[in-house]
């Protein structure tokens, strides 16, 4: 693929920040959290924003960290908003007042994606490592009376899956019109806590028969089930493949094509302090790397599903192998599929390693 | 859909009123050439005529009122038959109330 026939992005996934006051032992964050002194300003955003908009992003996750943290945040939303760009705001709910909420909608944004951790009290409280389950309810009770568009994102892994019908209960009585039920995708916190977090066969086909009977009784809200990789035999089509769909600018203005790929170190990610977003689009060699087929070695590069899954995660492959080029593990046709089906036999782990700044060294 | 009244037999009410929900902008994209419906995690892109026809949805215009005035520029278009299935189809997803 030449860089004048890539074709535009759909999608931005900008995290305004790293700071949280929850400390999910699964976060998408890197290991090495940016620190808010290294923070885009809003004006560095709104740049940001306008080039995306020429370049064709028609719509942005603002996430973080959790963005309510930003005391601007009001203003990159309305850069956003002023950029024909359709902004969602991706957020624990802690923090989240009916005062705040006018603010953000009244600046322009679109929908509200808001974080569960588990059905009940505890063990939400739990997994986010933090009291929030009532915060989180409050939350849910402002984006309802506002009438915004709410999806609920829960991260589903061993401790949670056997809830899932009651997380589902929760979701609609809180009024969401959808929910998204994502599986832990194993990079990052989520690898290094993966004997933790890593369900069983039996757990996720009992999931699956209760999502089946939810959708045959209602169609509402709506459930999104996002495959749990490590046991499907085939691997999932990374954001629809490497720089293909969308890219992702972190606090610091490091852009990427997926929020894991900062843990593949010998990427040199642009940044938008230093290049247009159209350079880094179209030619940036991070953006480049895997983009395509030709990047590709056996078992991918003569398979017939190579245009389907794009030979799968970069950053799995990279986590599990050292090497981002090769095969996702997660594939059966994966010289490499021993380490994952090895995981899945493992003895499991009851202790989280939290998620919090320079904890990733120390473990 | 189970609701009954959600069938498509409905777009023949003539008090319906399409319009978009409230989730869903419709914008042209310049870029692409296209109009797209936008909404939560997902984009949507339009056929031209499509497009057309969503832009009349604003909550003021019946089924019949859209019809008459496409009709003003494609007096030779079969809309009486392919306009309320249009409609009805776009209903179903949920996209217009």
Known sequence: MTTTDVPPPWGLLAEVTHACPLHCPYCSNPLELVRPSAELSAAEWTRVFGEAAELGIVQAHVSGGEPLLRADLAEIVAAAHRAGVYTQLVTSGVGLTAGRLAELLAAGLNSVQLSLQDARRPGSDLIAGRVSYAEKEEAAGVIRDAGAPFGLNVVLHRRNLDNLREIIEVGARWGADRIELANTQFYGWALRNRAALLPTRDQLDAAKAVVAAWRAERDAPELVWVLPDYYEGVPKPCMGGWGARTITVGPDGTALPCPAAYAIPDLDAPNVRERPLGWIWTESPAFNAYRGTEWMSEPCRSCPRREVDFGGCRCQAHALTGDAARTDPACALSPDHDLVRAATEAPRADEFVYRRPGRSVSG | ?97
């Not at chain 2, 023949?12 to 319009?19: F, L, N």
């Not at chain 2, 042209?28 to 832009?55: F, H, K, N, Q, W």
């Not at chain 2, 409609?87 to 996209?95: E, F, N, S, T």
Request: hydrophobic share 45%; glycine share 8%.
């Open chain 2, 1 to 97: 859909m189970t609701d009954p009244a959600a069938a498509p037999a409905d777009s023949a009410d003539p008090a319906w009123r399409p319009t978009l929900d409230g989730s869903i902008v419709l914008r042209y994209d310049r870029v692409r050439g296209a109009d797209l419906l936008l909404m939560p995690e997902r984009a949507v892109r339009l056929s031209g005529t499509g497009g057309r026809i969503l832009r009349l949805c604003d909550g003021s215009r019946t089924v019949d009122g859209i019809i008459a005035e496409l009709a003003e520029t494609f007096p030779d278009a079969p809309l009486d038959a392919e306009v309320p299935v249009f409609l009805d189809r776009v209903r179903a997803r949920g996209w217009l109330r």
